[in-house]
């Protein structure tokens, strides 16, 4: 299921897509301290986890307040950049949902194909089953998760909840967690 996901091209127009969308949201709402005009201030980022990424995805979308003195940085949820995490979030999703553990034959396609170790995969797992249930957007998100998802399953358990094939789960999975990406969350680089 991961790998073909990760390597079907329509992931990552549709990942782009919806990171326009929430930009254009955010821009609409204007300068979160001041209301004031925002200007585009995209900053590069170069994400691991699959070869030959469109050109966009050396940009994550940001704005910058216009006005003199504010200045403020709003950056919009992703779907594309799970925080400062070096890795798509679409890859940290679905290689950290292996229900099976991480056999000797998939450890060999992460590492030839997305080059992803054993050690950051552990790191990972880490994340999803200590930090992020830690995080406040988490504890309010889980009241939305009734019953509540085994954390010691996640993100498994969480793509479990979400309809559609495994693309749209991933999609939903994203969305989900997308408030986690903003700068204003609490994010660790992992
Ligand atoms: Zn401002």
């Given at each position: 299921?991961?790998?073909?996901?990760?390597?079907?091209?329509?992931?990552?127009?549709?990942?782009?897509?919806?990171?326009?969308?929430?930009?254009?949201?955010?821009?609409?709402?204007?300068?979160?301290?001041?209301?004031?005009?925002?200007?585009?201030?995209?900053?590069?980022?170069?994400?691991?986890?699959?070869?030959?990424?469109?050109?966009?995805?050396?940009?994550?979308?940001?704005?910058?307040?216009?006005?003199?003195?504010?200045?403020?940085?709003?950056?919009?949820?992703?779907?594309?950049?799970?925080?400062?995490?070096?890795?798509?979030?679409?890859?940290?999703?679905?290689?950290?949902?292996?229900?099976?553990?991480?056999?000797?034959a998939?450890?060999?396609?992460?590492?030839?194909?997305?080059?992803?170790?054993?050690?950051?995969?552990?790191?990972?797992?880490?994340?999803?089953?200590?930090?992020?249930?830690?995080?406040?957007?988490?504890?309010?998100?889980?009241?939305?998760?009734?019953?509540?998802?085994e954390?010691?399953?996640?993100?498994a358990?969480?793509?479990?909840?979400?309809?559609?094939?495994?693309?749209?789960?991933?999609?939903?999975?994203?969305?989900?967690?997308a408030?986690?990406?903003?700068?204003?969350?609490?994010?660790?680089?992992?």
């Amino acid at each position: 299921m991961f790998a073909a996901c990760l390597s079907d091209g329509r992931l990552y127009e549709l990942l782009q897509r919806f990171d326009e969308d929430l930009a254009a949201e955010q821009r609409a709402c204007g300068c979160p301290r001041c209301g004031g005009v925002l200007h585009s201030a995209r900053y590069p980022r170069k994400p691991r986890g699959f070869a030959g990424l469109p050109p966009d995805y050396n940009r994550r979308l940001s704005f910058c307040c216009a006005r003199a003195g504010c200045r403020t940085r709003a950056t919009p949820p992703s779907l594309r950049f799970l925080g400062r995490k070096v890795y798509l979030g679409a890859v940290v999703v679905l290689v950290s949902a292996l229900r099976c553990g991480v056999t000797p034959a998939r450890m060999r396609y992460l590492e030839e194909r997305v080059g992803v170790s054993r050690h950051t995969v552990m790191r990972w797992r880490k994340w999803w089953c200590e930090e992020l249930i830690a995080t406040p957007f988490w504890r309010a998100a889980c009241s939305r998760l009734m019953p509540p998802v085994e954390h010691a399953d996640l993100p498994a358990s969480l793509l479990e909840r979400f309809m559609g094939d495994a693309l749209e789960r991933l999609i939903s999975a994203l969305r989900f967690i997308a408030p986690i990406t903003t700068e204003s969350a609490t994010m660790h680089a992992i």
